[in-house]
């Protein structure tokens, strides 16, 4: 079974910057188009970023255009998101997924809806 672990999460203010990273474990991770998603407190979980196998098609939530970007290390089975400008809405949990095998964040990437790790919490205070 794919297991995965997200990190870096925490506490910031408003304006500044997290890393996030995701390591996946038994999978060919670098065959899979990859997705970081986000869940707040009564809101159900959306799609943020994704990136596809190769790491040549990248996709963002129009909400963080701009200010997210994600990235990926297959040498290392590790995806990252780096969040900068970060607002308070961007306060959720974050998880990531192996969303599809050889696909390119076309289409609806972040209509997956497998299994999911246990996630990172990111708060961003006013």
């Known amino acids: 079974q794919v297991q995965v672990a997200e990190s870096g999460g925490g506490l910031v203010q408003a304006g500044g910057s997290l890393r996030l990273s995701c390591t996946v474990s038994r999978l060919a991770f670098s065959h899979y188009e990859m997705g970081w998603f986000r869940q707040a407190p009564g809101k159900e979980r959306e799609g943020v970023s994704c990136i596809s196998w190769s790491g040549g098609n990248l996709a963002y939530h129009d909400s963080v255009k701009g200010r997210f970007t994600v990235s990926r290390d297959n040498t290392k089975n590790t995806l990252y998101l780096q969040m900068n400008s970060l607002k308070p809405e961007d306060t959720a949990m974050y998880y990531c997924?192996?969303?599809?095998?050889?696909?390119?964040?076309?289409?609806?990437?972040?209509?997956?809806?497998?299994?999911w790790g246990q996630g990172t919490q990111v708060t961003v205070s006013s």
């Open positions: 997924a192996a969303t599809r095998r050889f696909a390119t964040c076309s289409g609806s990437w972040f209509a997956y809806s497998g299994s």
